[in-house]
């Protein structure tokens, strides 16, 4: 009888284990930044996840807020240091001055913060489906350029040039996914998170099973179908920009949403461009220069970064897969 | 074998097959729901398994009206009053995890099941 008894309470006691350890698993989606963010936790308690989660996505808020173009939001914040254009200095929010302090060193001219006048131009002509002409474009073009705006870093400041207006739709999503990432990898509530913002991808942590964490990647002429499948661990970030996100079609022809800067029309070389790297800002930021980029310039540029890899879709559909992702990337058959 | 070991292995039975029977009414679970919400709030949950044939649903959107329509395949969004159309573009969603967003109009419609049988952690879109 003892034994039976004995046995019993081992296995109670086991399965008992189980319940008590069960790794509790939290989905959160909100709309913000003119998207749709959702944050998939696991960890010990509802509850944890609930309240890491909830302080995860106000800080998306936040510097959703801080990046906004189009509404008012506090004084510091883009819309209002856009509004002090060619006025002198303006104070700028604090997530507002590091994203701009991050890129502007880059000085990379395929990348351009300062295209709101050449949006503000595409944005009017896709509500009423027309397209700019050349010279509505290149006189918006002639108010763009990094010259056209510096920062005093000491003073947190921005100073603008008489018409001059930055957007940040290039990387904003990017650094709020990354932000956040690494406010929930310091949050010990958390296990493992997930972190997709429109397009932008943060995996934190290991599964309980050990297993990599699967990442789909659209087919941009098929939204129900997936191109194929990266595998990735801890940390990775992956970003995709494309040109079946945002666009209008007139007379057959695709007007999407990412402008070559050196031109102020759309970037007609690829279908999408995805990269993979450690920083969810630095995918957002490169997945948005390489869209602009001819195949061969885009794979040169990967190729000598070893931090960089990039599966790039040109405008016939062929893929191209840098070396560093050929063991991680599995084409959807 | 002695008296207490038979039942040992009794209790033993009993309990994977009282396991077994739980686990196995959860089968149901992998049956596809739709899920249409709006911001945060969820406005409908539809067992796909239960419709007889193509329904229509009419969301009450900021700039007018959307129409999702539904069948026991799936579901797509017929019209809505967003500037870009893309929700309607997406055409029908069928497969659990895939999600039709209308981002101006705050909407999402999804294809899930209890027992989540995805692929993939997310889909980068």
Redesign the interface.
């Known amino acids: 009888m003892k034994k039976l008894l004995a046995s019993l309470l081992v296995f109670s006691s086991l399965t008992c284990a189980g319940c008590f350890f069960q790794t509790e698993k939290h989905e959160d989606t909100r709309f913000m930044m003119d998207t749709i963010v959702t944050i998939t936790t696991t960890g010990d308690s509802q509850k944890d996840l609930t309240d890491a989660t909830n302080d995860a996505l106000q800080l998306f808020q936040t510097i959703a807020n801080q990046t906004d173009p189009y509404t008012a939001q506090g004084p510091e914040d883009l819309y209002a240091v856009n509004q002090s254009a060619g006025k002198g200095p303006h104070k700028a929010s604090p997530y507002l001055m590091d994203i701009l302090s991050k890129v502007q060193p880059m000085g990379n001219r395929d990348l351009d913060l300062t295209l709101g006048p050449v949006i503000q131009v595409w944005n009017a002509h896709k509500e009423a489906k027309t397209v700019p002409s050349q010279e509505e474009v290149a006189q918006a073009l002639a108010k763009t350029g990094p010259e056209k705006y510096t920062l005093d870093t000491a003073a947190n400041t921005v100073t603008l040039a008489p018409g001059a207006q930055l957007d940040l739709g290039a990387v904003a999503k990017g650094y709020a996914v990354e932000q956040t990432a690494d406010l929930l990898s310091r949050d010990k509530r958390i296990k493992t998170a997930l972190i997709n913002a429109g397009g932008n991808i943060k995996v934190l942590g290991t599964k309980d099973d050990g297993s990599p964490w699967k990442i789909g990647i659209q087919d941009p002429r098929n939204p129900q179908k997936i191109l194929g499948t990266l595998a990735v661990k801890d940390g990775t970030a992956i970003a995709t920009s494309g040109d079946y996100q945002r666009y209008y079609e007139v007379d057959g022809k695709r007007y999407h949403h990412i402008l070559d800067p050196q031109t102020g029309w759309p970037a007609w070389h690829a279908r999408s461009v995805t990269v993979v790297t450690h920083s969810a800002f630095w995918a957002d930021y490169y997945s948005t220069l390489l869209f602009v980029l001819p195949e061969d310039k885009a794979m040169a540029l990967v190729e000598k970064d070893p931090n960089l890899e990039m599966l790039y879709v040109d405008l016939e559909g062929k893929t191209y897969v840098s070396s560093g992702l050929k063991d991680i990337y599995t084409p959807e058959k | 074998m002695r008296k ?2 038979f ?2 292995i009794l ?2 039975l009993v ?1 994977a097959a009282g396991s077994w029977f739980l686990f196995r009414s959860d089968s149901t679970a992998r049956d596809k729901v739709l899920v249409v ?1 709006k ?2 709030q969820v406005l409908q949950r539809i067992e796909l398994k239960k419709v007889t044939s193509e329904t229509k649903l009419i969301v009450p959107v900021e700039h007018g009206e959307m129409v999702i329509a539904y069948d026991r395949e799936g579901g797509r969004v017929l019209s809505s009053p967003c ?2 159309q ?1 929700c309607v573009h ?6 659990s995890g ?2 039709i ?1 209308c ?1 101006p109009e ?1 909407v ?1 419609v999804t294809i899930t099941t209890a027992a989540k049988e995805n ?7």
Do not use: C, F, S
């Open positions: 207490n070991d039942w040992l209790v033993l309990l919400r911001d945060q500037p870009d893309v997406q055409g029908k969603i069928t497969r895939q999600t967003a981002v705050k999402l692929d993939h952690d997310a889909i980068l879109r």
